[in-house]
């Protein structure tokens, strides 16, 4: 058994390694803020993990509306997929402008989420200027899908790699000079040359070429409705993590410097997972037979890169907590974490190539608003367990997703497949 397993969990991980590079570097750009910012000290890391839990909720809506174009726009002529994504970028480009808006208002009454006032004293000039980078960041994000749904992945990745040390290079610049608006900017910047860059090369390959008229009322598309149902799921996921990271707040700076490198490493870490899920889901949608099986090899290929991840973390724990040096401890909790996220994030890839995106959207909502967040309350606060508590609700809600998760998708792959 194990001479036929290993081999696919290399097999699949070779074939996303193209995405892995694609996909991460979000998440990778996230880390590097807090390279930058950590030797300005810990209320600077506060800072920027709370202006990222106040931005999540409309960067995570806007560029998951993308994760449903590539299963669509592969199925169709070239004519069609074009029009897909010039729905899709209307759509996002909707959602930015005004969650856009909305985020700009609010960043002049950071007060109102109690966090210590240090922190949203800085965090405030950094959340405005990292409001410019919504509109390119979730262009990319189109750009990418449509480029992988046409067989051309090498270079979203490799324009990853580049916005990444992009960002870096420029950051180590800007933010001597201009402090946490220089992160921003540095974001700013390197995602609004690699979304031009990524236009620049699809042109150059004549991918679009033809009408690039959108899909008539965006809300009647298939693609927004499937597009709807995968945001959700991250808006209801991910709002969790960082309404967690408001309780962090609540606990104090160390707390909350803990809990931001704990959600940046996870957040680089469930993009490595998500390059698995999407090569599961285009596996699984376009199998007949077999469907099963493409899910649980994915879902072993994820676990198998977190697990590799998860025992980094763990070894690298003193350097990488090192602006919340009372917090090491919480690396363990962060690993372990990994490994469920890895196995939800593939098995969330199979329903989506089962076209049931739906299911796992209502399965998110209810698993981490009704369940690990009270959860997480209990335990960091009735029971005093502090950041580690709220980092074991997330475990136990991610172990509690991959379960129900494994269950849809063994009911559903036996079943005819959906069109």
């Given at each position: 058994m194990a001479r036929k397993i290993v081999p696919g969990i290399l097999q699949r991980t070779l074939r996303s390694l193209p995405l892995f590079l694609a996909y991460g570097q979000f998440g990778l750009m996230a880390i590097c803020d807090a390279v930058l910012v950590?030797?300005?000290?810990?209320?600077?890391?506060?800072a920027i993990g709370f202006a990222a839990n106040v931005l999540a909720p409309v960067f995570v809506f806007a560029t998951a509306l993308a994760l449903a174009l590539a299963p669509f726009a592969a199925r169709v002529g070239a004519g069609d997929a074009l029009r897909l994504l010039a729905s899709c970028l209307r759509a996002q480009g909707i959602v930015a402008v005004i969650g856009g808006a909305a985020m700009l208002a609010l960043?002049?009454?950071?007060?109102?989420?109690?966090?210590?006032?240090?922190?949203?004293?800085?965090?405030?000039?950094?959340?405005?200027?990292?409001?410019?980078a919504l509109l390119p960041m979730v262009a990319f994000t189109?750009?990418?899908?449509?480029?992988?749904?046409?067989?051309?992945?090498?270079?979203?990745?490799?324009?990853?790699?580049?916005?990444?040390?992009?960002?870096?290079?420029?950051?180590?610049?800007?933010?001597p000079g201009l402090g946490l608006a220089g992160a921003a900017a540095s974001t700013a910047i390197a995602c609004a040359a690699a979304t031009g860059a990524l236009a620049a090369v699809l042109a150059r390959r004549g991918l679009f070429a033809g009408a690039a008229r959108p899909l008539g009322p965006?809300?009647?598309?298939?693609?927004?409705?499937?597009g709807v149902?995968?945001?959700?799921?991250?808006?209801?996921?991910?709002?969790?993590?960082y309404f967690a990271g408001i309780m962090a707040g609540w606990l104090g700076e160390g707390a909350l410097a803990a809990h931001s490198i704990g959600l940046n490493v996870a957040a680089g870490a469930a993009l490595l997972s998500l390059a698995v899920a999407?090569?599961?889901?285009?596996?699984?949608?376009?199998?007949?037979?077999?469907?099963?099986?493409?899910?649980?090899?994915?879902?072993?290929?994820?676990?198998?890169?977190?697990?590799?991840?998860?025992?980094?973390v763990v070894l690298a724990r003193?350097?990488?907590?090192?602006?919340?040096?009372?917090?090491?401890?919480?690396?363990?909790?962060?690993?372990l974490s990994l490994l469920a996220d890895g196995v939800q994030i593939a098995l969330g890839g199979a329903l989506r190539g089962l076209l049931d995106a739906r299911f796992f959207s209502i399965v998110s909502l209810a698993c981490w608003w009704l369940f690990c967040l009270p959860l997480a309350y209990v335990l960091a606060f009735r029971l005093e367990m502090g950041v580690e508590g709220l980092w074991l609700a997330i475990c136990v809600t991610l172990l509690l997703c991959a379960v129900i998760f494994a269950i849809r998708v063994a009911s559903r792959s036996s079943a005819p497949p959906a069109r």
């Open positions: 950590g030797p300005l000290g810990t209320t600077p890391l506060a960043s002049a009454d950071l007060a109102m989420f109690r966090q210590p006032a240090e922190v949203t004293a800085a965090a405030g000039p950094y959340l405005r200027v990292e409001i410019l189109a750009l990418r899908e449509y480029a992988i749904a046409r067989s051309v992945s090498g270079p979203p990745a490799l324009l990853g790699v580049l916005t990444v040390a992009g960002k870096l290079g420029l950051g180590a610049l800007l933010v965006i809300f009647r598309t298939p693609l927004f409705a499937q149902s995968v945001a959700l799921q991250q808006v209801f996921e991910l709002g969790a993590y999407q090569t599961t889901a285009a596996e699984v949608g376009r199998r007949v037979e077999g469907r099963a099986a493409a899910a649980w090899g994915g879902a072993a290929t994820a676990l198998g890169v977190m697990v590799v991840v998860g025992a980094v003193g350097p990488l907590f090192s602006a919340a040096a009372e917090h090491t401890g919480l690396a363990i909790f962060v690993g």
